[in-house]
């Protein structure tokens, strides 16, 4: 089970803090991706984190102003989002994969297996 949490509204230029928890059956989870979704649009990736190795996969969008990363006790994955634009606003969705995902896959939506419960980033002045 996926748990996100953190979203809300900021200014432009401001930052938020996203968390994904996970909680059940962790040890069978490989990869960890965060997706935004906008109305009438498909989910869009934002970023992949590979739980046993670290690697990490950014959208050139996000590249630069983003950041993964995981607390191991916790079982929690966090994205970090700096210098937040108008474009940045969406509904943010986590994902979990049991697969060992790679460039070409962890963008894709439909290859991860678990999804949490959006949250909802507003970046407006």
């Known amino acids: 089970q996926l748990q996100a949490s953190g979203g809300g509204w900021v200014h432009p230029g401001g930052s938020l803090r996203l968390s994904c928890a996970a909680s059940?059956?962790?040890?069978?989870?490989?990869?960890i991706g965060w997706f935004r979704q906008t109305p009438g649009n498909a989910r869009e990736f934002v970023t992949g984190?590979?739980?046993?190795?670290?690697?990490?996969y950014y959208a050139g969008s996000v590249r630069g102003r983003f950041t993964i990363s995981r607390d191991n006790a916790e079982n929690t994955v966090a994205l970090q989002m700096n210098s937040l634009k108008p474009e940045d606003t969406a509904v943010y969705y986590c994902?979990?994969?049991?697969?060992?995902?790679?460039?070409?896959?962890?963008?894709?939506?439909?290859?991860?297996?678990?999804w949490g419960q959006g949250t909802l980033v507003t970046v407006s002045s």
């Open positions: 994902a979990a994969s049991r697969s060992r995902m790679i460039q070409s896959t962890v963008v894709q939506p439909a290859l991860y297996d678990f």
């Open positions: 059940g059956r962790t040890n069978s989870v490989y990869t």
């Open positions: 984190f590979r739980w046993r190795d670290s690697a990490k």
